[in-house]
């Protein structure tokens, strides 16, 4: 096994505290919420309805089940801020239990299983195993994910940006034989989608708990001039030695993998740039798509988010229409809040290109690694290891049918904060340590391409001069979303 030469961040590190005591409550505070209102209505409707006789025990078990989930979430705040030891996963069927325990008992030794204590991506992923465990355990909540409903909802508040990429890629369609025959225009258009894909992680719901919906369309701005202008936060910036290195591929059939971030406007993007990687560029035959298999960092991608994006894309209702400002119901009389375009070329480019995706997946040009129509909590060996604790260096050792997968490869490219912790250990390398060498024996197995805008304190692959500038100009560069790093690494 690897051992890295440095220490994991912990929340003695001002981000991991803040995480604890501040962002932790409040996604628990979310599902506290959100489980109380389901409770609350399906009461109201036992009372109200014509229910039979077992609907009503249904509906009661239901509602007990989840005030018995509420009470646990409750005590779990209340232990979290008084950075009490961190409990056991109980033994409810699901994978990795034996892994979490494992791992809290060596804490335990070395003094460091507390909620101050442990080390802050352990911590983390424990967090989200152990609230499945609180539903996974009950017969009527099961299957529910908790922030289905807050993905759902910041997906509806992205029709604006949504539109404008369905317009480019119908623009793209246009001028398809062309592009497909000139090299230099595919690369410049490579990095536009690079870019696209790297911001669009900007909606991490599990970090930005208090922006609104016009905070998050203003994050979500995609034209060129928004592009270019952000081009000076990539800090380390690979684009060209990655286009460099799907032109050189031989092979007529190359998959391209995705090991995905979050659900809503960040997978519509990752699609996008599947589209664009298949449709548009002669180097890549086919995309595999890698999901969470349980609700997990609040926003990642689950089967069943995968499965209901195109089917929400190609709804006439799904976005809301423009709403005029200023509560006047007749638009035209004041001013019309900017939504999504409802003009309906629009709406016609957007049903396009989503008709050509939903064609993907049936001819298996795009695919998910596990079933569609996998449930929440199922074992699946191609999917179970990125819900464990482990660094990705782990991965051929207690991962064997994934990594030889990827091993397969042409480009395997890793979404979003999460996975670049996960790729680096979460330790603290300095910010000189190149990024081959921060994912130890990874480096080399397959060709690696971290999208990642910077949200957690681990940084590495950049010179130490950047980040004292950084630093002294009072920046939150390694935590505050508005820095990234586009890192490459090829096979040997």
């Given at each position: 096994?690897?051992?890295p030469?440095?220490p994991?961040y912990?929340?003695?590190?001002?981000s991991?505290?803040e995480?604890?005591?501040?962002r932790?409550?409040?996604i628990?505070?979310?599902i506290?919420?959100?489980?109380?209102?389901?409770?609350?209505?399906?009461?109201v409707?036992?009372?109200?309805?014509?229910?039979?006789?077992e609907d009503?025990?249904k509906?009661?078990e239901?509602?007990?089940?989840?005030k018995?989930?509420?009470?646990?979430i409750g005590?779990?705040?209340?232990e979290?801020a008084?950075?009490?030891p961190?409990?056991?996963?109980?033994?409810d069927?699901?994978a990795?239990?034996?892994?979490?325990?494992?791992e809290?008992?060596?804490?335990e030794?070395?003094?460091n299983?507390?909620w101050?204590?442990?080390?802050?991506?352990?911590?983390?992923?424990?967090?989200?195993?152990?609230?499945r465990?609180?539903?996974?355990q009950?017969?009527?909540?099961?299957?529910?994910?908790?922030?289905?409903?807050q993905?759902?909802e910041?997906f509806?508040?992205?029709?604006k940006?949504?539109y404008?990429?369905?317009?480019?890629?119908?623009?793209?369609?246009v001028?398809?034989?062309?592009?497909i025959?000139?090299?230099?225009?595919?690369?410049?258009?490579?990095?536009?989608?690079?870019q696209?894909c790297?911001?669009g992680?900007?909606?991490?719901?599990?970090?930005?708990t208090?922006?609104s919906?016009?905070?998050?369309?203003?994050?979500q701005?995609?034209?060129?001039?928004?592009q270019?202008?952000?081009?000076?936060?990539i800090?380390?910036?690979?684009q060209?030695?990655?286009?460099s290195?799907l032109?050189?591929?031989?092979?007529?059939?190359?998959?391209?993998?995705?090991?995905?971030?979050?659900?809503?406007?960040?997978?519509f993007?990752?699609f996008?740039?599947?589209?664009f990687?298949?449709?548009?560029?002669?180097?890549?035959?086919?995309?595999?798509?890698?999901?969470?298999?349980i609700?997990w960092?609040?926003?990642?991608?689950?089967?069943?988010d995968f499965s209901?994006?195109i089917?929400?894309?190609?709804?006439d209702t799904?976005f809301p229409p423009?709403?005029?400002?200023?509560?006047?119901?007749?638009?035209?009389?004041?001013e019309?809040?900017?939504?999504?375009?409802?003009?309906?070329?629009?709406?016609?480019?957007l049903?396009?290109?989503v008709t050509?995706w939903?064609s993907?997946?049936?001819?298996?040009?795009f695919?998910?690694s596990?079933?569609l129509?996998t449930?929440l909590g199922?074992?699946?060996?191609?999917a179970?290891?990125?819900?464990?604790?482990?660094p990705?260096?782990?991965?051929?050792e207690?991962?064997?049918?994934?990594?030889?997968?990827?091993?397969?490869?042409g480009l395997?490219?890793?979404?979003?904060?999460?996975?670049?912790?996960?790729?680096?250990?979460d330790?603290?390398?300095?910010v000189?340590?190149?990024f081959?060498?921060?994912?130890?024996?990874?480096a080399?197995?397959f060709?690696?391409?971290?999208?990642?805008t910077?949200?957690a304190?681990?940084?590495v692959g950049?010179?130490q001069e950047?980040?004292?500038?950084?630093d002294v100009?009072g920046?939150?560069?390694?935590?505050?979303?508005?820095?990234a790093?586009?890192s490459f690494?090829?096979?040997?």
């Open positions: 096994m690897f051992e030469p440095y994991p912990d929340p003695k590190d001002k991991g505290y995480t604890v005591v501040k932790w409550p409040v628990l505070t979310g506290i919420d959100t489980i109380y209102r389901i409770d609350h209505h399906l009461g409707s036992l009372e109200t309805s014509d229910a039979t006789s009503v025990t509906g009661q239901k509602i007990a089940e989840g018995g989930i509420i009470e646990k005590k779990l705040k209340y979290m008084r950075d009490r961190l409990e056991p996963i109980p033994d069927g699901e990795f239990i034996d892994v979490y325990n494992a809290l008992k060596r804490l030794q070395d003094k299983h507390t101050f204590t442990a080390p802050w991506l352990f911590a983390e992923c424990y967090l989200y195993r152990l609230l465990s609180y539903f996974c009950t017969t009527h909540w099961c299957t529910f994910d908790p922030f289905s409903f993905k759902e910041t509806r508040s992205s029709g940006a949504i404008q990429l369905a317009k480019m890629m119908h623009e793209l369609q001028d398809k034989q062309e592009l025959g000139d090299s230099e225009k595919l690369g410049v258009l490579f990095k536009e989608m690079i696209m790297l911001w992680n900007a909606t991490d719901l599990s970090l930005l208090h922006l919906h016009d905070d998050i369309a203003h994050l701005t995609v034209g060129k001039e928004a270019q202008a952000r081009k000076e936060f800090l380390k910036d690979d060209d030695n990655v286009w290195h032109t050189s591929l031989q092979d007529n059939d190359v998959t391209v993998d995705f090991v995905l971030d979050n659900a809503g406007f960040e997978l993007t990752d996008v740039f599947a589209d990687l298949v449709t548009y560029t002669p180097h890549v035959s086919r995309v595999v798509f890698h999901p969470k298999l609700p960092f609040v926003s990642d991608v689950t089967p069943a209901s994006t089917p929400n894309l190609l709804s799904f423009p709403k005029p400002v200023g509560g006047t119901e007749t638009p035209g009389v004041d019309v809040k900017a939504l999504p375009p409802s003009r309906p070329e629009e709406h016609e480019y049903r396009n290109m050509r939903q993907y997946i049936d001819s298996g040009v695919s998910l596990v079933p129509d449930p199922a074992p699946n060996s191609k179970d290891f990125w819900t464990s604790s482990r990705y260096w782990d991965l051929k207690k991962a064997p049918l994934v990594f030889n997968g990827l091993s397969k490869s395997v490219i890793f979404k979003g904060d999460l996975n670049y912790r996960k790729l680096t250990g330790i603290k390398w300095p000189s340590t190149p081959e060498t921060a994912i130890g024996p990874l080399g197995s060709p690696i391409l971290s999208l990642r910077n949200k304190d681990v940084v950049i010179s950047i980040a004292d500038k950084l100009a920046e939150k560069w390694r935590v505050n979303g508005k820095y790093l586009v690494v090829p096979r040997t």
